[in-house]
């Protein structure tokens, strides 16, 4: 090693020169971009990504969504006869994966360049240089290659000063960032500390990228106090990411400040922010040390919030939980990792969980929404004329309620080897032949003779069931919406269509809670093993899949590590605590 340098302080006589204060720049967007590139995935958690866990599941559910409704799928879909229930979490990615056209689109990039071991002197990094074939700058590429690879905070060092020692003394503000990126990612928190010295004496303020590495970096240090008031001046310029808080809390915990701890996580909840789950674990596992009752109450607020925005711990934060309570002195928690029975009961206590049904207010908050937003929005003409709005709705006035509805369209395309027409009235016929009250929504298409549509099956179709042919350029969900939620609570209906962009219509959360809620409850999803075998109802949950209580009791749900859920789906399996009385 003939070129080392022992700190990095040496290089605090190059920045010197005439580099602009930073505020918020494209390097911002470009420090994103360098490390996504990478294709490490751990590694964008450092910077900036505005979206939540569910957020990029909700990302997959799009590419789900195109491979799902692909020609053919369903056969498949309805072959697999293990499935609990179409809301179950690891349904869509089985469904996904059942599709042979999936793909993987890895992308692993590939020098035939070897990245250094060992610190180079210039005339070794003149060399490299030399030897570099690829497109645009070579300072940029090889920085970015050491920051994918993690290359040696040594390593880094000695390409530092070679760029200075050619520039003049200069070293660019993105080659700088990468360099602290390495030093936070080896934990070289002295390193940190003079990077840190360095930005300070010469940019007013910083981009996200930096502000998050030096934050994360000086928490860890006996310096740490100073990461709050880093979080501080970051707050001037933009809003923190949930990754920020969860570093400074998790900080905060770790030099035992609860205080600190506590108010960064309420602020973090009054900017809307959903916090990680690993800052709830770390203050669940913070807790068990803590035998005070103001603590264990701020506890129980984070269930309940978790509750309230329908949202699940994955697997380490209930073990935490169950540890948690466990811990508390003279309570005598037990917990059990369960699943809840087809009846709705707990496995592990025999209580019942919360029903899946809508209370009536519920419901009829929900149905007056429905029909404001979906049916009625701003953009009916799209979806449907006035006139034929207006026909629907004398139409429904004039039949009685009914017990079952059916999206007749979806319906008979349900499996491309049977003739649409004859695959509707199937579902019909068995329906009609338990009495209930039918509607079947379809297109005036379908009223037209043709090779998929046969007029006598129609026929019969029109006699067990009341029918509402819409205009074919018509949108039938909102009809089936209006139509289920106008027959009440009781009223079920069919299509495989999981309505999502409806969901989304729905504009706050509430009523997207309760939309799902009530959708789990009241769609009916047919199976059928193969086109000559019976059709069954693949039967939907009667218990809600929620955090609740009853103060002796908390059921927890919450998912596994290796399995994916999509945004629709929920866990199926629960975390049961039972106080001994
Ligand atoms: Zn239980």
């Known amino acids: 090693m003939t070129f080392c340098l022992s700190s990095i302080r040496s290089f605090s006589k190059l920045w010197k020169s005439k580099l602009p204060c930073l505020g918020l720049g494209p390097g911002h967007f470009y420090l994103s971009l360098f490390l996504t590139d990478c294709g490490i995935r751990n590694q964008q958690r450092w910077f900036f990504l505005k979206m939540s866990p569910q957020n990029t599941k909700a990302t997959n559910v799009l590419a789900a969504k195109v491979r799902f409704v692909k020609k053919g799928d369903e056969d498949r879909i309805m072959q697999n006869s293990s499935h609990p229930h179409l809301f179950a979490a690891g349904e869509a990615k089985k469904r996904s994966q059942m599709n042979a056209h999936s793909k993987d689109h890895t992308l692993l990039l590939k020098d035939n360049i070897q990245l250094p071991t060992k610190p180079l002197n210039s005339e070794e990094w003149d060399k490299f240089k030399e030897d570099y074939t690829g497109k645009g700058n070579f300072e940029n590429w090889i920085s970015s290659q050491m920051c994918c690879s993690n290359s040696s905070v040594d390593v880094a060092k000695s390409l530092l000063s070679w760029v200075a020692a050619k520039n003049n003394g200069i070293v660019d503000y993105n080659l700088l960032v990468r360099y602290l990126y390495l030093c936070v990612f080896h934990k070289q928190t002295s390193e940190v500390i003079d990077v840190y010295e360095i930005m300070k004496a010469r940019y007013r303020s910083l981009e996200p990228g930096a502000y998050t590495l030096l934050i994360r970096g000086l928490i860890q240090s006996d310096r740490w106090r100073e990461a709050f008031q880093l979080l501080e001046d970051f707050k001037k310029v933009m809003t923190p990411s949930v990754n920020n808080y969860d570093d400074c809390i998790q900080g905060a915990l770790l030099h035992r400040d609860v205080n600190i701890a506590w108010n960064l996580y309420q602020e973090l909840l009054s900017l809307k922010l959903t916090p990680r789950l690993e800052t709830l674990k770390a203050l669940f596992d913070f807790g068990k040390d803590i035998k005070d009752d103001h603590y264990s109450n701020k506890l129980l607020d984070i269930l309940l919030y978790l509750r309230n925005n329908h949202l699940y711990p994955g697997e380490s934060l209930a073990l935490s939980i169950k540890t948690w309570f466990e811990s508390i002195p003279g309570k005598q928690?037990?917990?059990?990792?369960?699943?809840?029975?087809?009846?709705?009961?707990?496995?592990?206590?025999?209580?019942?969980?919360?029903?899946?049904?809508?209370?009536?207010?519920?419901?009829?908050?929900?149905?007056?929404?429905?029909?404001?937003?979906?049916?009625?929005?701003?953009?009916?003409?799209?979806?449907?004329?006035?006139?034929?709005?207006?026909?629907?709705?004398?139409?429904?006035?004039?039949?009685?309620?009914?017990?079952?509805?059916?999206?007749?369209?979806?319906?008979?395309?349900?499996?491309?080897?049977?003739?649409?027409?004859?695959?509707?009235?199937?579902?019909?016929?068995?329906?009609?032949?338990?009495?209930?009250?039918?509607?079947?929504?379809?297109?005036?298409?379908?009223?037209?003779?043709?090779?998929?549509?046969?007029?006598?099956?129609?026929?019969?179709?029109?006699?067990?069931?009341?029918?509402?042919?819409?205009?074919?350029?018509?949108?039938?969900?909102?009809?089936?919406?209006?139509?289920?939620?106008?027959?009440?609570?009781?009223?079920?209906?069919?299509?495989?269509?999981?309505?999502?962009?409806?969901?989304?219509?729905?504009?706050?959360?509430?009523?997207?809670?309760?939309?799902?809620?009530?959708?789990?409850?009241?769609?009916?999803?047919?199976?059928?093993?193969?086109?000559?075998?019976?059709?069954?109802?693949?039967?939907?949950?009667?218990?809600?899949?929620?955090?609740?209580?009853?103060?002796?009791?908390?059921?927890?749900?919450?998912?596994?590590?290796?399995?994916?859920?999509?945004?629709?789906?929920?866990?199926t399996k629960w975390l049961c605590l039972q106080r001994k009385v």
Request: aromatic share 10%; proline share 4%.
């Open 333 to 571: 928690w037990k917990g059990q990792f369960t699943t809840i029975q087809t009846s709705g009961q707990c496995s592990a206590c025999g209580n019942t969980i919360e029903s899946i049904q809508l209370s009536p207010e519920e419901y009829d908050f929900l149905k007056e929404k429905i029909m404001r937003d979906v049916i009625d929005g701003g953009d009916q003409y799209r979806k449907t004329t006035p006139q034929e709005l207006k026909r629907f709705v004398k139409f429904i006035k004039s039949c009685p309620p009914f017990d079952v509805v059916i999206d007749g369209l979806n319906v008979a395309k349900m499996f491309h080897k049977v003739r649409e027409s004859q695959m509707l009235l199937d579902v019909v016929s068995l329906l009609a032949k338990q009495n209930l009250q039918l509607l079947v929504l379809g297109r005036k298409h379908m009223l037209k003779q043709c090779a998929q549509w046969r007029r006598h099956e129609m026929e019969k179709v029109q006699e067990q069931a009341h029918c509402f042919f819409a205009d074919n350029i018509s949108e039938d969900d909102p009809f089936l919406l209006y139509a289920t939620l106008n027959s009440g609570n009781h009223c079920k209906f069919i299509t495989n269509d999981l309505m999502r962009d409806h969901k989304a219509c729905l504009l706050d959360a509430k009523t997207q809670h309760l939309f799902f809620k009530w959708q789990q409850g009241h769609q009916l999803a047919i199976r059928r093993v193969s086109p000559r075998s019976h059709i069954t109802f693949q039967h939907s949950p009667c218990y809600d899949t929620i955090v609740q209580t009853t103060g002796d009791s908390w059921h927890i749900p919450y998912d596994e590590d290796l399995v994916e859920r999509y945004s629709y789906e929920v866990p």
